[in-house]
């Protein structure tokens, strides 16, 4: 089993659709969870990062974590064209790192 | 804050010369920067781990003469892909962090590719 699963997509969706994002876990242990976004031929970008259970909000960005069902979500609202680009989950387990396979979505005008 | 530069963003190079790849943290001091490999429409692949003054833990089936690191301060590390063949053409990826429990910040990137 993987330590992080993620559905690969590709998520299409019309502008201004709320997006859901998510990503499953093995360890009930791991307490950091981020969020990237990576556009084509570019690094990617920390969007989000949190600790341990609970909700974090950024602007069009919330992400959660269910420490309870291993489960951790990245909502987009009012999704834009520009949020058009992969989206990577990762855990950091101290000095171990594991990213999920990345979720291609298209938010089409 | 938290921005790493990585340069070249793009290089090309005849096969068997080596190329050295620069990642550096702006405004931040890294104890701890990554060296990725990506192809294309794939994740993440770790090659490498380096801490400031220390040498490189690399992945199983990472060639450490191959893909020498070196990270002589706390804010560059390089990566030298050494004697490279069209095989190691690819997008690497570096990435730093400021200490355990806080998040990796990436560069932008950079296509290698070998004729």
């Known amino acids: 089993q993987k330590e992080v699963e993620q559905d690969p997509g590709p998520l299409s969706v019309p502008e201004g659709a709320i997006v859901s994002l998510n990503c499953t876990y093995s360890n009930s242990a791991f307490q950091y969870f981020m969020w990237y976004r990576q556009y084509s031929r570019k690094g990617p970008e920390l969007l989000m990062y949190t600790y341990s259970s609970g909700n974090k909000e950024d602007g069009r960005f919330t992400a959660q974590v269910d420490k309870s069902s291993k489960y951790i979500s990245l909502f987009i609202r009012d999704s834009q064209p520009s949020d058009s680009a992969t989206y990577l989950c990762?855990?950091?387990?101290?000095?171990?790192?594991?990213f999920g396979s990345g979720t291609k979505l298209n938010v089409k005008p | 804050g938290a921005v790493v530069s990585q340069h070249p963003s793009w290089v090309i190079c005849k096969s068997g010369t080596s190329v050295k790849i620069e990642c550096r943290s702006l405004d931040f001091q890294a104890t701890t920067m990554f060296w990725y490999r990506q192809f294309p429409k794939q994740s993440l692949m770790l090659m490498a781990t380096?801490?400031?003054?220390?040498?490189?833990?690399?992945e199983q089936g990472v060639e450490k003469d191959k893909f020498l690191i070196n990270h002589a301060s706390l804010t560059l590390s390089t990566l030298t892909v050494t004697s490279a063949h069209p095989e190691d053409s690819s997008f690497y990826i570096c990435?730093?962090?400021?200490?355990?429990?806080?998040?990796?910040?990436f560069g932008d990137g950079t296509r290698l590719s070998i004729l």
């Open positions: 990762a855990i950091d387990n101290f000095n171990k790192f594991y």
């Open positions: 380096s801490n400031e003054g220390s040498k490189a833990t690399y």
């Open positions: 990435s730093a962090r400021l200490q355990g429990g806080q998040p990796q910040h």
